[in-house]
């Protein structure tokens, strides 16, 4: 198992603080951490190594990193990249792969998910074509956030069976965190039975693929309890695990090794 701390990995931001979507998990406030484009060049490249390359989405569910595409380049003359570009049509997907080393996208096929969450008139058909695209292009790495439809697992199991038609080089769980200023603020995480059982059934319905825990997800004693979940399903990574999940792998005889970058890479 891999622990991964990606302190190597910088975060930036092709539309600085501004999206169009305001999506109820969210509505911007993880943009405010990342570095807008007049910061790029305070990454340290004696430290820095890659870059998450995302942004704020316009009303259509896209990042503007094809309309960034020269600066983004740019950066990637001097680090790998791992592009979270959005929706795509095919030209679009394909001047993405030019550049990325691996693309971060977010997946969903429930259209009541992306109706309420984004806010989005698309179907979950549109997500699977903008990734059977990005497949064409690039590695791609797909994220299933638990519980995002207000802590509620709803389309999340469906998701995976489409991955697992579809193909996938690795998959990315994240976890609903309740954030303040959202619309989900006074949410709850998803129970832990469900987490559970959401990772169980990834690992049984696609036994070959790499399963990762992203870092989003919530703080506190119900991190750690994810954490041991993810152990106790045979995931493969966890960025940033509680401590007490680290002592758990290692009393459990787990054979551990820590990453430096974003676990998309």
Same mark, same amino acid.
């Given at each position: 198992?891999? @622990?991964?701390?990606? /302190?190597?990995?910088?975060?930036v931001?092709?539309? !600085? ?10 509505n911007g ?26 942004g704020?989405?316009?009303? !259509?569910?896209?990042?503007?990193v094809?309309?960034s ?10 680090? &790998? ?12 997907a ?6 990325? $080393?691996?693309?971060? /996208? ?16 698309g ?6 074509r903008?990734?059977?695209a ?14 995002? &439809? !207000? ?5 999340? @199991? ?14 990315? @769980? ?12 006074s ?11 959401? @990772? ?9 693929t790499?399963? #990762? ?5 919530p703080?506190g004693? #119900?991190?750690? &309890? ?17 401590r !007490? ?5 290692? $009393?459990l ?11 998309? /890479?």
């Amino acid at each position: 198992m891999e @622990f991964v701390n990606p /302190f190597r990995t910088g975060v930036v931001s092709v539309t !600085g603080t501004a999206c169009a979507l305001k999506c109820a998990h969210c509505n911007g406030h993880y943009l405010r951490h990342m570095l807008t484009r007049e910061r790029w060049n305070q990454l340290d490249e004696n430290v820095i190594r890659s870059c998450l390359v995302s942004g704020g989405c316009d009303k !259509g569910g896209k990042v503007p990193v094809v309309e960034s595409l020269d600066a983004v380049r740019e950066l990637g003359k001097k680090f &790998k990249l791992n592009i979270h570009p959005g929706l795509l049509d095919e030209d679009e997907a394909r001047r993405v792969g030019e550049v990325a $080393s691996v693309v971060s /996208f977010d997946f969903v096929v429930d259209d009541e998910t992306i109706k309420e969450v984004y806010g989005l008139p698309g179907r979950g058909e549109d997500y699977m074509r903008t990734y059977a695209a990005l497949r064409r292009y690039a590695r791609v790495v797909p994220h299933i956030c638990i519980g995002i &439809k !207000g802590g509620e697992v709803r389309g999340e @199991f469906r998701s995976l069976d489409a991955l697992r038609e579809l193909g996938a080089d690795a998959i990315i @769980f994240l976890v609903l965190i309740p954030t303040r200023g959202t619309r989900y603020e006074s949410a709850s995480p998803p129970e832990l039975e469900d987490v559970k059982r959401v @990772f169980e059934y990834a690992r049984q319905r696609l036994p070959g693929t790499p399963l #990762y825990l992203g870092c989003m997800r919530p703080h506190g004693a #119900y991190r750690e &309890k994810v954490d041991r979940l993810a152990i106790d399903a045979g995931l493969d990574r966890i960025v940033l695990p509680a401590r !007490g999940a680290v002592t758990y792998a290692e $009393s459990l005889g787990i054979d551990v090794a820590w990453r430096e970058e974003c676990c998309a /890479f």
